[in-house]
């Protein structure tokens, strides 16, 4: 299937976990994969392993705090691959900790790559799409990768929960400002799913405890995301904004 043939597609997070599955997954269908993260040496393992299927792509080294670094990031996108149509702010770091063991650079960190990133990766990519017409053309998708996390309170994440839930609101809030620019903004709230974010949680008693806990006793596949992401970046969310999907797997009951 190709539905994304001639889309441009950026991820931010694309160096391991969703957003590189989320890479083979959008370029399966034709789209053009923009990979951004702070580990190039992965990302041009997964362009090499792209391009070698027939798709386009290009790894652009990016660390998401530097907010000035994030427009001339997808300036390089779109030079190599064409106006961008679709963001995925998908980029986020764990943020554990205890409150009172907290340390506000720590805090600072996990707000400047879960909350800043996200905001300033949808504001640069929709200063884009206004500008290039793929908003005109009611093409444009911005998809915020938060969490259940952002849903409720977890013990030794308060710091993530917060900087998840700060994106859900936004993702609101970007959706009402861009609503009449037709630049669609929703977020996907998944479950667990292991990925170097958590491997080492899940390998601990504690972690296991938690699995079994689980109404299903069981994390998520990688693919679970893959149905509401391709409906968001799709011609369906033409009338879907504002929106927090959440996928996991009865996690949250
Ligand atoms: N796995 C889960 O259970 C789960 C559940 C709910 C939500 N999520 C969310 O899903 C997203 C992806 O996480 P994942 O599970 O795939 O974990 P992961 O494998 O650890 O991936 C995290 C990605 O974020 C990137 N990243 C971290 N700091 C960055 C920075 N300063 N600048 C640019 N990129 C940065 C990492 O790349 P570099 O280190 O190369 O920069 C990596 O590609 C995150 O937002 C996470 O909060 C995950």
Same mark, same amino acid.
């Given at each position: 299937?190709?539905?994304?043939?001639?889309?441009?597609?950026?991820?931010?997070? *694309?160096?391991?976990? &969703?957003?590189?599955?989320? /890479?083979? #997954?959008?370029? +399966? @269908?034709?789209?053009?994969? %923009?990979?951004? =993260?702070?580990?190039?040496?992965?990302?041009?393992?997964?362009?090499?392993?792209?391009?070698?299927?027939?798709?386009?792509?290009?790894?652009?080294?990016?660390?998401?705090?530097?907010?000035?670094?994030?427009?001339?990031?997808?300036?390089?996108?779109?030079?190599?691959?064409?106006?961008?149509?679709?963001?995925?702010?998908?980029?986020?770091?764990?943020?554990?900790?205890?409150?009172?063991?907290?340390?506000?650079?720590?805090?600072?960190?996990?707000?400047?790559?879960?909350?800043?990133?996200?905001?300033?990766?949808?504001?640069?990519? *929709?200063?884009?799409? &206004?500008?290039?017409?793929? /908003?005109? #053309?009611?093409? +444009? @998708?911005?998809?915020?990768? %938060?969490?259940? =996390?952002?849903?409720?309170?977890?013990?030794?994440?308060?710091?993530?929960?917060?900087?998840?839930?700060?994106?859900?609101?936004?993702?609101?809030?970007?959706?009402?400002?861009?609503?009449?620019?037709?630049?669609?903004?929703?977020?996907?709230?998944?479950?667990?799913?292991?990925?170097?974010?958590?491997?080492?949680?899940?390998?601990?008693?504690?972690?296991?405890?938690?699995?079994?806990?689980?109404?299903?006793?069981?994390?998520?596949?990688?693919?679970?995301?893959?149905?509401?992401?391709?409906?968001?970046?799709?011609?369906?969310? *033409?009338?879907?904004?504002?929106?927090?999907?959440?996928?996991?797997?009865?996690?949250?009951?």
């Amino acid at each position: 299937m190709s539905d994304f043939q001639g889309k441009t597609i950026a991820i931010t997070g *694309a160096s391991s976990g &969703l957003g590189e599955h989320f /890479a083979h #997954r959008l370029a +399966a @269908r034709g789209a053009r994969l %923009a990979l951004l =993260a702070r580990r190039t040496d992965r990302l041009e393992t997964t362009v090499e392993a792209l391009r070698a299927s027939g798709s386009e792509a290009v790894a652009i080294a990016l660390d998401v705090c530097d907010a000035a670094a994030i427009g001339p990031a997808l300036d390089q996108a779109e030079a190599a691959l064409g106006p961008l149509h679709i963001m995925i702010n998908n980029a986020g770091v764990g943020g554990e900790g205890m409150a009172l063991d907290m340390t506000p650079e720590h805090f600072d960190q996990t707000f400047a790559v879960n909350t800043r990133g996200v905001y300033f990766g949808a504001c640069e990519a *929709a200063r884009r799409m &206004l500008a290039s017409g793929v /908003a005109e #053309r009611r093409e +444009a @998708r911005i998809i915020n990768i %938060a969490s259940i =996390a952002g849903l409720t309170v977890l013990p030794g994440l308060t710091a993530y929960c917060a900087s998840k839930a700060a994106v859900i609101s936004m993702t609101k809030g970007l959706a009402r400002e861009w609503a009449r620019q037709h630049i669609a903004v929703n977020a996907i709230c998944p479950g667990y799913i292991e990925t170097e974010i958590n491997a080492h949680w899940f390998a601990t008693e504690g972690g296991q405890k938690q699995i079994a806990r689980l109404p299903r006793k069981r994390l998520m596949d990688i693919t679970a995301l893959d149905d509401a992401l391709l409906m968001l970046a799709g011609p369906a969310a *033409a009338q879907i904004t504002g929106t927090a999907i959440t996928i996991d797997d009865g996690q949250m009951l």
